[in-house]
């Protein structure tokens, strides 16, 4: 009984530790980034929100515009389902090396082209890109290529690992050939979870790919970009709604597909 105690009591001496270490990093990361919470919070801060909100509205209605931003949205939603489509092929071309299929060196080289690609943010291949190939949604289209790429490519390897091998094998045994055996046997294991991971991946794609437009990747993020710059409150408003109403659509469709996918094959 005594022990369970002892033990009870170190358990809580170190929860209690740990606290306070928590405590100490947040109150001097406040402290070095000198952050003034007192001015945030007080009533003149949220009287300037308020002020700073409401000049926004009210949005931009008028027919050109609307017309200018249902085009930025249609920009949008093609940079990112192109975008998604070639990060899926290169991903899929990846990421059999990186499940070891090739050999230990391949899987060794794969993978590293894997991290390199994901470790560099979307908003750094879009500079990037900008560079290489100009202002535009092409720029955008590459960015979030190479970016989703390596995220799928990761994902898609980590799954075809923890695939069962019985199926490919047993086609293998009947004289199937490799690339058969994958198609017939692997691929239908996973093929779910690769459907999960594009259409959740295309969901975020589509919040960066209006994010992106800041640095000239076009669509909607470089209307916001320009709106704001020259202080065009309502029009920014109407562009901010159409981004909200894009990923709301998107969810939705993506959703929709999940639910009848899973549906199909219950």
Not at 35 to 61: I, K
Not at 174 to 179: K, Q
């Amino acid at each position: 009984m005594m022990s369970e105690k002892a033990k009870a009591s170190e358990l809580c001496m170190s929860c209690l530790l740990t606290l306070l270490a928590l405590a100490t990093i947040v109150a001097g990361s406040f402290a070095y980034l000198s952050l003034s919470l007192d001015r945030l919070f007080s009533m003149a801060a949220a009287g300037e929100m308020l002020r700073f909100v409401l000049s926004f509205f009210p949005p931009d209605l008028s027919a050109e515009f609307l017309a200018r931003t249902a085009r930025g949205m249609l920009e949008t939603l093609a940079v990112s389902a192109v975008g998604t489509l070639c990060a899926t092929v290169l991903a899929l071309a990846l990421a059999l090396p990186a499940s070891g299929r090739h050999g230990d060196a391949m899987r060794a080289l794969s993978r590293f082209m894997l991290n390199l690609l994901r470790s560099v943010p979307e908003l750094v291949w879009a500079a990037l890109t900008v560079l290489a190939v100009g202002l535009g949604p092409f720029a955008g289209t590459l960015a979030l290529a190479l970016h989703t790429g390596g995220v799928l490519g990761r994902l898609f390897a980590e799954a075809l690992e923890n695939a069962p091998s019985a199926p490919g094998n047993a086609l293998l045994a009947s004289g199937a050939s490799p690339a058969l055996a994958f198609l017939y046997g692997t691929l239908p294991c996973v093929q779910p979870q690769f459907l999960a991971y594009i259409l959740y991946r295309w969901e975020m794609n589509i919040r960066m790919a209006a994010i992106l437009g800041f640095v000239g990747a076009g669509g909607l993020g470089q209307m916001l970009y320009f709106e704001l710059s020259l202080f065009h409150l309502a029009q920014a408003c109407t562009v901010t709604i159409a981004m909200l109403a894009l990923a709301v659509l998107v969810d939705a469709a993506s959703a929709t597909v999940r639910r009848r996918w899973d549906n199909a094959h219950a």
